[in-house]
């Protein structure tokens, strides 16, 4: 006898969660590319006031677009729990803008770990510093030195953290950090860009929410700049996130939503081939003469391999390795033919990029040092090419 389903698996929810045929009956839902909806009679408003409906207005406050968007990413960040929402931004950027704005006020303290993609860390060390949210750092959030910190700083609110980080690709332990933060009254954002949720789900560890830069796996396909936050919190998704979304406004477009939302329907396949390729490729690198160090979670060699492997259900495609110098990475950089020199990752294609010169440009040379990014070191994201032909490119790109 067949068993009923309780929950449905992820591959399952990333193609039905959040789907709403259209009243026209059309598979695939259209897109509502209208700023404003209409309203029968002054009825349908009333009731839309008091809370009796949950009826469009204007496309700056809800877009039956943007609603399928967040109900999809909420199922597969919530992982079958009860409870979890999402809200959808216009990037990344502003998803992790608002989950800090509705965590820290003026006088609040943020603690994060070291090494942070370039926005978010001058997000934190030098936007939000101006409007009296302070901010230290704890190098890889380890838990004797966390737990002083937070001692240190009893303003404390939130914990800010990225694992697998960009672009060095160390990994922090999640559970660890929400039970010593939680302790001492602060809340845990997890930036789960680099994972997904199929391959790490922060909110079933502890962590309080998710912010995810959708430009990337999410999507899948490097169409769209997006971003998101999901929390099990529904009083901070309630009175804060949505409250900020709608009233700083950085909302996606409804075409930008759609294209995001038939990109999620393939992440859980997607992401099964980027996690062989990304082993396939890092096992090369880690083997060539010419690369000083690789960091893959998926690697022994990884300092932190083990952590990664209970964390997380695959290493993902993201490779950070050291050709020693600028020059020799500028070299290879430019010998390139099959994969981009290009910022972004998650894509289909494979993306290369200097970190040092690009995404991590924004961050002040001693702080970069401080956080392992040297001018020899290089960030790939793997693609799904076959990976025969990622390696042989690489390959020709060291060479002599
Ligand atoms: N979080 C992480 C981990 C990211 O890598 C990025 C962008 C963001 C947030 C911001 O998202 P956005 O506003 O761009 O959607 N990372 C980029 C990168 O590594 N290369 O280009 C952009």
């Known amino acids: 006898m067949m068993r009923k389903q309780t929950r449905r698996e992820m591959a399952t929810e990333a193609?039905?969660?959040?789907?709403?045929?259209?009243?026209?009956?059309?598979?695939?839902?259209?897109?509502?590319?209208?700023?404003?909806?209409?309203?029968?009679?002054?009825?349908?408003?009333?009731?839309?006031?008091?809370?009796?409906?949950?009826?469009?207005?204007?496309?700056?406050?809800?877009?039956?677009?943007?609603t399928a968007l967040a109900a999809k990413l909420a199922a597969l960040e919530g992982g079958g729990t009860e409870g979890i929402s999402a809200e959808i931004f216009a990037s990344g950027m502003a998803a992790i803008t608002a989950a800090l704005m509705g965590t820290a006020k003026t006088g609040d303290h943020i603690i994060t770990q070291q090494v942070l993609y370039g926005s978010a860390d001058h997000l934190i060390s030098d936007v939000l510093t101006g409007f009296g949210v302070s901010n230290s750092r704890v190098a890889g959030l380890e838990p004797e030195v966390l737990r002083n910190e937070l001692k240190q700083h009893p303003e404390t609110t939130a914990v800010?953290?990225?694992?697998?980080?960009?672009?060095?690709?160390?990994?922090?332990?999640?559970?660890?950090?929400?039970?010593?933060?939680?302790?001492a009254g602060a809340k845990v954002i997890v930036d789960n860009t680099f994972a997904t949720p199929v391959l790490q789900r922060p909110l079933g560890m502890g962590a309080d929410v998710v912010v995810h830069s959708t430009t990337k796996f999410i999507n899948g396909h490097g169409t769209v700049i997006g971003g998101a936050v999901v929390s099990s919190d529904e009083v901070l998704m309630a009175d804060e996130i949505a409250s900020l979304i709608r009233f700083t406004g950085g909302v996606p477009s409804p075409f930008d939503c759609w294209l995001t939302n038939v990109g999620l329907k393939t992440l859980p396949l997607r992401m099964r081939q980027h996690c062989a390729n990304g082993m396939d490729v890092a096992g090369f690198l880690e083997e060539h003469p010419a690369v000083a160090a690789t960091a893959y979670?998926?690697?022994?060699?990884?300092?932190?391999?083990?952590?990664?492997?209970?964390?997380?259900?695959?290493?993902?495609?993201l490779i950070a390795f050291d050709l020693g110098s600028y020059e020799a990475a500028a070299r290879f950089l430019e010998r390139l033919e099959l994969c981009s020199l290009a910022v972004s990752l998650g894509n289909v294609d494979t993306l290369i990029e200097h970190p040092a010169s690009m995404t991590h440009a924004v961050v002040p040379p001693e702080e970069r040092a401080a956080s392992g990014i040297t001018d020899g070191l290089i960030r790939i994201s793997v693609g799904l090419e076959d990976a025969a032909d990622i390696i042989s490119d690489l390959d020709q790109a060291l060479g002599t």
């Open 160 to 183: 800010y953290l990225e694992t697998p980080a960009n672009p060095t690709m160390s990994v922090i332990d999640i559970a660890a950090t929400a039970e010593i933060a939680h302790r």
């Open 297 to 317: 979670p998926g690697l022994k060699s990884h300092p932190q391999h083990e952590l990664a492997g209970r964390q997380m259900d695959g290493f993902g495609a």
């Open 15 to 66: 193609i039905h969660a959040g789907e709403a045929h259209d009243i026209s009956g059309a598979h695939i839902a259209p897109i509502y590319q209208t700023s404003t909806f209409t309203f029968p009679d002054m009825a349908a408003v009333e009731a839309r006031a008091a809370g009796e409906s949950d009826s469009y207005m204007y496309s700056r406050g809800g877009n039956p677009g943007r």
